[in-house]
T-cell receptor
Framework: AQSVSQHNHHVILSEAASLELGCNYS??????LFWYVQYPGQHLQLLLK??????LVKGIKGFEAEFIKSKFSFNLRKPSVQWSDTAEYFC???????????FGKGTKLSVKP | DTEVTQTPKHLVMGMTNKKSLKCEQH?????MYWYKQKAKKPPELMFV???????INESVPSRFSPECPNSSLLNLHLHALQPEDSALYLC?????????????FGSGTRLTVV
């Protein structure tokens, strides 16, 4: 079955530190990958998505992700985090019984001011 | 209009109550979804409607009953729920179902069953 996994459960950083959150996928064929962010008490917002083309994808709020096919990875990066980036981050891809959007377990990011 | 609107935002219901969650989108999307999200967990897919027909039921108990009256509306009827059903219920939509379409999520309904 197709799956998406995130290995970092909780990441704690100080403001201005660089961020990299890991995401690995395990399926072949067409690869579509996403990163969503969920701020405390709020809904899921799409940060960025990869469908095809340039493997370096730029999203909103200064985030980017790189699709590395050889490593089955789609890690999320930001050069300098802010306190307002404190949130839960979900990597997503297509899986399940009929190829609908499924999520990794999520990574909680806490940024200390 | 690029939003998915869910009502109510919060709902408290007893185990013998009947209530409904509503979801609306006016983006012309033909696929709509219900997800359930427990605290500190990722959203889990419950139902998929494609072109107003139920295409996926991910082994959800019958106390949850989805309905798609038209291409813009999606309801989730609740009856005889258990306290463990307390969660954030998210609605989403996409242009089509399956691979290749981005999903837009609503803000969710936070449900508490007492």
């Amino acid at each position: 079955a197709q799956s998406v996994s995130q290995h970092n459960h909780h990441v704690i950083l100080s403001e201005a530190a660089s961020l990299e959150l890991g995401c690995n996928y395990s399926y072949g064929g067409t690869v579509n990958l996403f990163w969503y962010v969920q701020y405390p008490g709020q809904h899921l917002q799409l940060l960025l998505k990869y469908f095809s083309g340039d493997p370096l994808v730029k999203g909103i709020k200064g985030f980017e992700a790189e699709f590395i096919k050889s490593k089955f990875s789609f890690n999320l990066r930001k050069p300098s985090v802010q306190w307002s980036d404190t949130a839960e981050y979900f990597c997503g891809g297509y899986g399940g019984s009929q190829g609908n959007l499924i999520f990794g377990k999520g990574t909680k990011l806490s940024v200390k001011p | 209009d690029t939003e998915v609107t869910q009502t109510p935002k919060h709902l408290v219901m007893g185990m013998t109550n009947k209530k409904s969650l509503k979801c609306e989108q006016h983006m012309g999307h033909r696929a709509m979804y219900w997800y359930k999200q427990k605290a500190k967990k990722p959203p889990e897919l419950m139902f998929v409607y494609s072109y107003e027909k139920l295409s996926i039921n991910e082994s959800v108990p019958s106390r949850f009953s989805p309905e798609c009256p038209n291409s813009s509306l999606l309801n989730l009827h609740l009856h005889a729920l258990q306290p463990e059903d307390s969660a954030l219920y998210l609605c989403a939509s996409s242009q089509g179902s399956g691979v290749g379409y981005g999903y837009t999520f609503g803000s969710g309904t936070r449900l508490t069953v007492v």
